[in-house]
């Protein structure tokens, strides 16, 4: 199977031995960190701020995943036994986003918009967690799904997996929609703005390593190939 570029922390870690991909160098802090930059016209200076792990018996592996402009951040976290956790980090006070109504234990959040809104992947599925309701995004017939990102109008774009390969999909308006490949069998979105304009990568040709692998831009129903 090609890997495609879009393999985020949302899908490294649905087995938590995979969290050692993604939270090697976090072990070397033991810390999860948010880091609030101040810009001026001669210097920029950079806070740290550790916001723990609620406790979790493996405290050194955590990871924020996302933040909007209210400064709230979502991550994950192990919270003991293997099991991993999601938190939201919101005024100065850490979250445990498996107590609250609707969010599924064991969900990895990638990405929170500035209505508070987070995407991620709960056992094998993308969801959209919304208002204290999850919604389950499916895997549009294929194995599994993952969540990369959201936009303010609530657009989520992902990756599913299908007979061994990864296909990049946006969800608006209730509807999963797949965007292609560009001729490729591998493509994942990683991102989308506010226009609604989706970045990802796709695959090339297949091999060790995951072959060769191209970026890409979607805009107005048209993939666009960066190179």
Known sequence: KLTPLCC??????RN??????????LRRFGVALLVSVAASARAQTYTATDIGA?????????????????????????AGSGLIDAF????????DLSVLGGFPTGGIPSGINNGGQVVGQAHGHAFLYSGGTIID????????????????????VGYYSLG????????????????GTLGGS???A???????????????????????QHAFLYSNGTMTDLG
Do not use: H
């Open 186 to 188: 591998d493509s994942g």
């Open 164 to 179: 061994g390969v990864s296909r990049s999909f946006l969800y608006s308006n209730g509807t999963m929609a797949d965007l």
């Open 16 to 25: 938590p031995m995979e969290t050692k991909l993604v939270s090697a160098k």
């Open 88 to 95: 939201l980090y919101s005024g100065g006070t850490m979250i």
């Open 190 to 212: 990683t991102g989308i703005n506010d226009s609604g304009q989706v970045i990802g990568g796709f695959g090339i040709t297949p091999g060790v390593n995951g072959g060769v």
């Open 137 to 156: 995004l499916g895997t549009f017939g294929g194995s599994d799904s993952v969540a990369n990102a959201i936009n303010d109008q609530g657009q989520v």
């Open 54 to 78: 609620l406790g979790g018996s493996c405290s050194v592996n955590a990871c924020v995943t996302g933040i909007n402009n209210s400064g709230q951040v979502v991550g994950w976290y192990y």
């Open 8 to 13: 985020l922390i949302g899908y490294r870690i």
